[in-house]
Nanobody, 115 residues
Framework: QVQLVESGGGLVQPGGSLRLSCAPSGSIFSINDMGWYRQAPGKQRELVASITRRGSTNYADSVKGRFTISRDTAKNTVYLQMNSLKPEDTAVYYC?????????WGQGTQVTVSS
């Protein structure tokens, strides 16, 4: 069973930056899209950013202009560069990869923005 391994979360001050990475433990065939979601305490999981197999990107309004999603197609790895972080960005961040054989989720990585 392929697992997604996330890294890069942590504690950062408001205005700071973090870069999240997500890589599969094995091969995922014919990836359709890759994305990052987040879930804050007491809230539903929400889409942060996604990127299709053709490279089209989509962002939540709350992160436009601050976050950038990118990928390394050779490694099937997806990244989320987060700049100008705000306390309201605090959440557990999950990566998601959709392939022809199913959808894979990461275990989540905590991002805390606090002074």
């Amino acid at each position: 069973q392929v697992q997604l391994v996330e890294s890069g979360g942590g504690l950062v001050q408001p205005g700071g930056s973090l870069r999240l990475s997500c890589a599969p433990s094995g091969s995922i065939f014919s990836i359709n899209d890759m994305g990052w979601y987040r879930q804050a305490p007491g809230k539903q999981r929400e889409l942060v950013a996604s990127i299709t197999r053709r490279g089209s990107t989509n962002y939540a309004d709350s992160v436009k202009g601050r976050f950038t999603i990118s990928r390394d197609t050779a490694k099937n790895t997806v990244y989320l560069q987060m700049n100008s972080l705000k306390p309201e960005d605090t959440a557990v961040y999950y990566c998601r990869i959709s392939g022809i054989y199913g959808v894979y989720w990461g275990q989540g990585t905590q991002v805390t923005v606090s002074s």
